[in-house]
C-alpha cells in the first residue's frame, strides 16, 4: 500500500537560514511527487510537482525539491526563508484511478520561522 | 479564472439540520473532489468525481451526500452530522492526470 511519510512534525528556523523538509514515500511504481503549502484556515497551495524527468525540480517561491529514487525521498528545500514562508508543508503521492487524482498526504511539517 | 472557489467561509449547525456545502471552478475541469481536514492533520480524500459521475467513495458516512449537477459545481449536502464531523472541508478540481489540483480556501464546520 502506498504511504507518505513526512519525519519531522514541526521545524523552527531563523529568517535567511537554509530549510529542508523531508519526504519519504512507499510506492510499488515511480509515483507522481507532490508539496503543498497551507496557511491557517486555507486551502491548499501546490508549491512543485515531479511526474518525470529531471530530478530536480523548481517551484513557486523559490522552492526546490529533488527526487531520489534509490532512497524513495522527495525533500524540499529553500536556500534562505522568509518570514511569510511559516506555514504548514504537506508532500503527497498521486495516484492515478478512474481518471482521476488520488492524493495521499502526509501528516505535515509546520514549519516556524523566527526573527 | 483559475479558482475554485467554496461557500460559505464558515458554517455551524446542529446535529438535526440540513446544510449544503457548494464549489464552483470555471477552468473546465473534469474531475472534483471532497477533502475533510481535521486540525492538525493533513486532508483525507471523501469523494472524487469525474466527467460528472462519482469515481471514488472512500467508505463515507451517508450523512455525507456529494452531488455533482454539472461540471462546473460540486455540492456536499450534510444530514445529521455529529460533532466528531467538525473539520475543515476543501474542495478540488483537476483537469487531467498529470495536472495539479486547484483547492478551494475551504469551509471550516463546526457541529453543535
Known amino acids: 500500500a502506498q504511504s507518505v511519510t513526512q519525519p519531522d512534525i514541526h521545524i523552527t528556523v531563523s529568517e535567511g537560514a537554509s530549510l529542508e523538509l523531508r519526504c519519504n514515500y512507499s510506492?510499488?511504481?515511480?509515483?507522481?511527487l507532490f508539496w503543498y503549502v497551507q496557511s491557517p484556515g486555507q486551502g491548499l497551495q501546490l508549491l512543485l510537482k515531479y511526474f518525470s524527468g529531471d530530478t530536480l525540480v523548481q517551484g513557486i517561491k523559490g522552492f526546490e525539491a529533488e527526487f531520489k529514487r534509490s532512497q524513495s525521498s522527495f525533500n524540499l528545500r529553500k536556500p534562505s526563508v522568509h518570514w511569510s514562508d511559516a506555514a504548514e508543508y504537506f508532500c503527497?503521492?498521486?495516484?492515478?484511478?478512474?481518471?482521476?487524482?488520488?492524493?495521499?498526504f502526509g501528516t505535515g511539517t509546520r514549519l516556524t520561522v523566527i526573527p | 479564472d483559475t479558482e475554485v472557489t467554496q461557500t460559505p467561509k464558515h458554517l455551524v449547525m446542529g446535529m438535526t439540520n440540513k446544510k449544503s456545502l457548494k464549489c464552483e471552478q470555471h477552468?473546465?475541469?473534469?474531475?472534483m473532489y471532497w477533502y475533510k481536514q481535521k486540525a492538525k492533520k493533513p486532508p483525507e480524500l471523501m469523494f472524487v468525481y469525474s466527467y460528472e459521475k462519482l469515481s471514488i467513495n472512500e467508505s463515507v458516512p451517508s450523512r455525507f451526500s456529494p452531488e455533482c449537477p454539472n461540471s462546473s459545481l460540486l455540492n456536499l449536502h450534510l444530514h445529521a452530522l455529529q460533532p466528531e464531523d467538525s473539520a475543515l472541508y476543501l474542495c478540488?478540481?483537476?483537469?487531467?492526470?498529470?495536472?495539479?489540483?486547484?483547492f478551494g480556501s475551504g469551509t471550516q464546520l463546526s457541529v453543535l
Open positions: 477552468m473546465g475541469h473534469r474531475a
Open positions: 510506492y510499488g511504481a515511480t509515483p507522481y
Open positions: 478540488a478540481s483537476t483537469q487531467a492526470l498529470n495536472e495539479k489540483l486547484f
Open positions: 503527497a503521492v498521486g495516484l492515478h484511478q478512474t481518471g482521476a487524482n488520488n492524493l495521499f
